[in-house]
């Protein structure tokens, strides 16, 4: 066990450190001109100044040199400073960091309640048509643009009926709308998955056996199966917080909130490098973590599963899934 | 030359002789049409991919009009039997916006899945037929690719490659969808590899390239070829938000995501402005989809 933690946790330095280096070559590397933009794009910048800027900012020394430097002031807790403010970009995300984590952990409730929910009904139910619509329901939650999802619940829900604020500051009214919409793809996608899994789980024995000790279809749904079928779901879980990340920054943009999202189109629009990486990074170092915890709790909940074999992103459920986050994180 | 080339020449060693292949063609075609007829939904689907392609190619079928001529006696006005879609605060007229954006969006979307399937495939047999070192550097490549959000890995890019051009911004999200496709082709090209003939054309002594190109290739694209679809939708999703995010087509330019964008400001009042192109956005992921789901329903019940 102890051998399997070192292992995974030197495998997630790895992909961090690669995370890192591809981020450096992309934003970096490419031909781009980060000190014109921190210089200004207006005429009255001359040669002179703009190498200055160049110096100022190490851009003038040879491309291995930066990297290993700036490498090693990552190291460090140091990514740089914003070349908008000139504020650490660490501080700067650090302090746009809890509405966009209040906004992503209200949708991630949402989502894993109405996802189960979902996939719970849906195999409960005896009707067929309340099950074929329930159903019906994830491929099309997966395919409204998460904006489309938070403009329509803005148009009803705050100027036809009136019932939450258009703008999400303030209070949990504010946060109800944001959290709704982020909620709605991770939560097809939950719903997707685990009713597969059920279905499943619903022909092994041990659903025989409940049922023949007299349990109801309602019992043997939720103690037996769902159980059982919430474990393929957790490999879910890494993909699902990094789609709750960027969903957050569409979120954010459609309900003017203030987060990481607005801080991340913000640098995107003025090329503000240093942010962008940090960005970048921290879904990296999320996406790393998640995985990690669930290859933990894997082994916890799971003793059958010897050390280290799991199948994520296999078989179709997986295989889907992945491109369902594809396009958007 | 190899025994296999020496046992059939070459021109008629292809896996399915013509006629038999027709023949099952039309099996299939026929069945599917028979499917169609019992299956409205697909039928619909496959109906309006068609109709938005249509209007990607030629605009001017549906929407005769300048899309940004500028009529401001009708400015705002709700959807009527003149303009379907309404009018924006110039007097535009949305549906003919509409169509013409789709010039702009499907593009960027071919481009990103063109972009994304190819590269992907290319690394996943790579990764799959050589094994050893170059498979592991592929993968860990991947890995990298996979744990950075798709959405924040094409915004990094489209930071660097500048704003304002949906062919960077499809290119981009084309370069995020990379690693999913590799992971399946990989996966694919890992079975197909274990198969007898390919065993049977290494045995003869095909040289490598040959056999990748003519036996591992041809065989694994299938899994790949039904995601196209699906990637496809995925690529208008992640054009669309790109756009609307502000870096894709800028205003005036029609462009889907864009046109939801401008539209925010009049959601209040002029719900139309942003809905219905945005309705259209989900409406084409929606059939991609649906059409992609049966491509591979019909695979399944194939094998």
């Known amino acids: ?183 709605v793809q991770p939560a097809a996608l939950i719903g997707q998955v685990l009713a597969k899994s059920m279905s499943d789980e619903l022909g092994k ?53 203030n987060g990481l999202g607005q801080i991340t189109q913000g640098a995107v629009s003025a090329e503000d490098l240093p942010v962008v990486q940090g960005v970048v990074l921290l879904g990296a170092l999320v996406f790393v973590t998640v995985n990690l915890a669930v290859d933990l709790l894997y082994q916890v909940l799971d003793p059958r599963l010897a050390v280290g074999r799991r199948s994520a992103g296999r078989g179709p459920a997986g295989r889907f899934a992945l491109f369902t986050f594809a396009g958007r994180g | 030359m190899s025994v296999t080339d020496l046992a059939l020449p070459a021109g008629e060693r292809s896996p399915e002789p013509g006629p038999a292949a027709w023949r099952g063609f039309r099996k299939a075609l026929l069945r599917s049409l028979a499917g169609l007829l019992r299956n409205p939904g697909l039928a619909l689907s496959l109906l309006w991919v068609a109709l938005v392609i249509v209007a990607a190619v030629a605009p001017g079928l549906f929407a005769p009009g300048d899309p940004l001529a500028v009529d401001t006696a009708v400015r705002l006005q709700a959807p009527s039997f003149s303009h379907p879609f309404g009018t924006d605060r110039l007097g535009r007229d949305l549906f003919d916006e509409t169509v013409h954006g789709t010039g702009r969006t499907l593009p960027a979307a071919a481009l990103a899945t063109a972009v994304g399937l190819g590269a992907g495939s290319v690394l996943g047999l790579l990764a799959g037929f050589l094994r050893g070192l170059p498979d592991l550097v592929i993968m860990r490549l991947v890995d990298v690719l996979l744990s950075i959000p798709g959405l924040l890995l094409a915004l990094m890019l489209v930071s660097v490659l500048g704003k304002g051009s949906t062919a960077d ?49 041809p065989n694994s694209m299938g899994p790949v070829w039904v995601l196209t679809l699906l990637l496809f939708g995925e690529a208008i999703l992640g054009v669309t938000t790109l756009s609307f995010l502000g870096f894709g087509a800028q205003p005036p330019t029609p462009e889907w995501g864009s046109l939801v964008s401008s539209g925010r400001d009049f959601l209040g009042s002029a719900w139309w402005l942003s809905i219905l192109p945005g309705a259209v956005v989900a409406l084409t992921v929606l059939a991609a989809n649906r059409v992609s789901r049966a491509f591979d329903a019909e695979r399944g019940g194939a094998r």
Do not use: C
């Not at chain 1, 409204?144 to 938070?150: R, T």
């Not at chain 1, 000790?213 to 159980?227: D, E, I, M, N, Y």
């Not at chain 2, 999913?180 to 390239?209: D, H, N, P, Q």
């Open chain 2, 169 to 217: 911004v499809g290119l981009a999200i084309g370069v995020a969808a990379i690693a999913s496709t590799a992971r399946v082709m990989r996966a694919e090209v890992l079975r197909v590899s274990e198969s007898g003939f390919v065993e049977a054309a290494r045995t003869g002594g095909a040289r490598w390239t040959r056999v990748v190109l003519r036996h591992v290739l």
């Open chain 1, 1 to 183: 066990m102890a051998r399997f933690l070192v292992g995974r946790v030197l495998q997630g330095v790895f992909v961090l450190w690669a995370a890192y280096t591809l981020s450096f070559a992309v934003l970096y590397a490419l031909p781009s001109d980060p000190a014109a933009i921190a210089a200004g794009t207006t005429n009255s910048v001359t040669p002179e100044q703009l190498a200055e800027v160049r110096h100022a900012m190490g851009l003038d020394r040879p491309l291995a040199e930066q990297y290993l430097d700036k490498l090693g002031g990552a190291l460090h807790g140091d990514l740089g400073r914003s070349v908008q403010s000139g504020e650490r970009v660490t501080s700067l995300i650090g302090g746009a960091l809890p509405p966009t984590l209040a906004v992503a952990g209200a949708g991630l409730v949402l989502a894993v309640l109405l996802g189960t929910g979902l996939a719970v009904l849906s195999t409960v139910t005896g009707a067929r048509w309340l099950r074929q619509a329930l159903l019906s329901l994830p491929p099309l939650g997966v395919a409204i643009p998460s904006f489309v999802v938070g403009l329509l619940l803005l148009q009803w829900f705050s100027f036809t009926w009136n019932l939450f604020p258009a703008i999400g500051e303030g209070g949990w009214r504010g946060l109800v709308l944001p959290a709704a919409t982020i909620a």
């Open chain 1, 205 to 257: 024995d041990y659903v025989d056996v409940a049922r023949a000790k007299g349990a109801g279809p309602f019992r043997v749904t939720v103690r037996h199966v769902l159980r059982n079928a919430a474990l393929p779901t957790l490999t879910l879980a890494g993909l699902l917080v990094g789609g709750l990340l960027t969903g957050a920054i569409v979120v954010e943009v459609v309900f003017s909130r």
